[in-house]
């Protein structure tokens, strides 16, 4: 329930405190003292959206400030889906700069906008007397039926069930689509997968194959250099070897006279293991070099194969010539593959199929069965209200396949007169018919306890007399099973609450600004007094405020 409410600087209000009751409150005061700023206030910190107009003073942040008493059982999946601390008294809060940014916070944490409307749509229902249009709406009318019928969990069942319908019925949609578009692919891409397996392509191939085009396409002159090479470092008359055999001699023999000369030949020595051995491998790859223009042009014929492939493929290599292949099989086995997913798709979505007629049929008695005690109940309020000949039904009717809330469409039907049939509520009724019709569903969805607090802003207009006082114990009834706050100007009314808030204006040299004040027991009865004298408070009105108020 609504325990206080802070407001400062907004619209008339400077500043202004207010602290709730549990039962009946009723708010009352003179036209534009500013009932209607109470609620906007309280609207902005339920999550509606606001600007700089707001602000009462320009330069100074608007905040708004609501406090409630909560059960944790009933706000735990709220609070611990947005990560957020539970209190038992969680405070919103909302503030709006005086360069229009607006911040929100749910116990000093902050949250966005649709946080805030979301947990405020659990805590306070707010109806004036333009929202009895709703009841001409088929989903609200299909919501108070399952208000009725407590179809909350069944629903919570079917509407996860739905959304993995939807889902799947998109996913089934998307696979046969593209499985329709790679069909016409497929012969073009078997065609190409072939031609690049068929190929053998290796990546280290480009590398191997330029090495011995080079080596064929330069053989002569290989061979020339490795001819002279050897001759130079072993077969001709002054080669190499036999030259460094002759130094190690000399330096040999001055050895024992000159130990500088042994540590140069022991040198010579070591090098000329090398020198062989550089020789012997060089003759070796001499009598290995041969021109073979056949072997040549194989190569070149190799090459020139893979590099039309890579243009072909717009490649820049063929590491990712080997890349296009491996993503050409994948697509060939994504068409092999889908028939399969199409399969089982088609298999999860008639299960879901399954599952979603079973829960809409299970919704669809449960509803059916609240009709009858819905349809008799409101009859009985309308009754009271002023409407001895008022008829009601509410039809269901079966739609044709699956909507978010099941397989049902509800229909609300309404006559006010004698000797006229029930027709759809949108052609027949008036506006103040429409008011007593959703006073009647309030009356009875608050015994439901789906919402902890109903605000009435002047839901009462039309109405008078005896009417006004039946709505008034409608009113008194309803505050039993839930806080309702009416902002009334109908003393019938305002006698049954059991806090009185009265609203007022207050101008001064620079402006004019709301105030509100919480009514003692005479002063309840002045108020009751005016409101029932036109604004003159007379002996007899006061008398008949205290017969009201007892």
């Known amino acids: ?74 706000f735990e999946s709220f609070f611990s889906e947005h990560d957020l601390d539970f209190d038992p008294e969680t405070i919103l809060r909302r503030e709006i700069s005086p360069q229009g940014k607006s911040r929100a916070f749910i116990n000093d944490s902050p949250v966005n906008l649709m946080q805030l409307k979301e947990i405020g749509s659990m805590l306070v229902d707010i109806h004036s007397q333009h929202d009895a249009l709703h009841l001409t709406d088929s989903s609200f009318q299909l919501s108070v039926i399952d208000s009725m019928a407590d179809t909350s969990e069944l629903l919570t069942e079917y509407k996860s069930l739905f959304n993995q319908y939807k889902q799947c019925q ?79 001699t000399v330096l040999y023999k001055i050895g024992n006279v000159y130990p500088t000369a042994l540590t140069l030949a022991q040198r010579l020595d070591e090098h000329l293991v090398d020198i062989k051995d550089i020789a012997e491998e060089a003759e070796k790859a001499l009598h290995q070099i041969h021109y073979e223009p056949d072997e040549l042009e194989s190569y070149n014929s190799r090459m020139l194969q893979l590099q039309t492939l890579i243009q072909k493929y717009r490649c820049r290599d063929i590491k990712e010539l080997i ?23 088609s298999k999860q979505l008639n299960s879901l199929e399954n599952q979603l007629t ?11 069965e609240s ?37 049902d469409r509800l229909e609300f039907l309404f006559s006010a007169n004698k000797g006229t049939y029930p027709v759809e509520i949108s052609k027949v009724a008036s506006g103040g018919e429409l008011s007593r019709l959703m006073l009647s569903f309030k009356s009875l969805l608050s015994k439901q306890k789906m919402i902890a607090t109903i605000i009435f802003d002047e839901i009462d207009t039309g109405v ?34 059991q806090q009185h808030l009265f609203v007022f204006k207050r101008e001064d040299t620079s402006r004019t600004r709301t105030h509100l004040t919480h009514l003692n027991a005479d002063q309840r009865i002045d108020e009751i007094a005016r409101m029932l004298s036109d604004d003159k408070i007379t002996k007899a009105s006061r008398m008949a405020a205290k017969e009201l108020i007892s």
Do not use: W
């Not at 397996?197 to 002159?221: G, W």
């Not at 114990?473 to 019938?492: F, G, N």
């Open 358 to 368: 079973s829960k809409a049929t299970q919704l669809s008695r449960l509803r059916s």
């Open 371 to 407: 009709l009858s005690y819905t349809e008799t109940n409101i009859v009985q309020m309308l009754h009271q209200l002023g409407m001895p000949n008022a008829r009601f039904q509410a039809l269901l009717h079966q739609s044709e396949g699956f909507g978010p809330n099941g397989t």
């Open 323 to 345: 890349a296009k292949r491996e993503d050409i099989n994948r697509q060939l086995s994504r068409i092999e593959k889908s028939e399969e997913e199409i399969n089982a798709l």
């Open 464 to 497: 008078s007399g005896e009417v006004a006082a039946k709505v008034g114990r409608i009113m008194s009834e309803m505050s039993s099973h839930v806080q309702l706050i009416a902002i009334t100007h109908l003393p019938q009314i305002a006698g049954k609450a």
């Open 170 to 248: 998109i996913d089934l949609e998307r696979v046969r689509q593209e499985a329709e578009n790679a069909l016409k692919l497929e012969e073009m891409l078997s065609f190409q997968y072939h031609e690049l397996e068929k190929a053998q392509l290796d990546p280290e191939e480009p590398d191997e194959l330029q090495r011995k085009i080079n080596e064929l396409t330069h053989a002569e002159d290989i061979k020339t250099a490795l001819f002279q090479t050897v001759s130079q470092l072993n077969q001709a008359e002054e080669n190499v070897v036999q030259k460094v055999r002759d130094s190690m």
């Open 1 to 74: 329930m609504l325990k206080r409410l802070h407001i400062s600087n907004y619209a008339l209000i400077e500043q202004l405190d207010i602290e709730f009751q549990s039962g009946f409150t009723a708010i009352t005061g003179e036209t534009g003292a500013g009932k209607s700023i109470l609620l906007g206030a309280l609207g902005l910190v339920l999550g509606n959206r606001a600007d700089t107009t707001v602000l009462h003073k320009k330069d100074s942040k608007c905040m708004v400030e609501a406090s409630f008493a909560i059960d944790e059982h009933e």
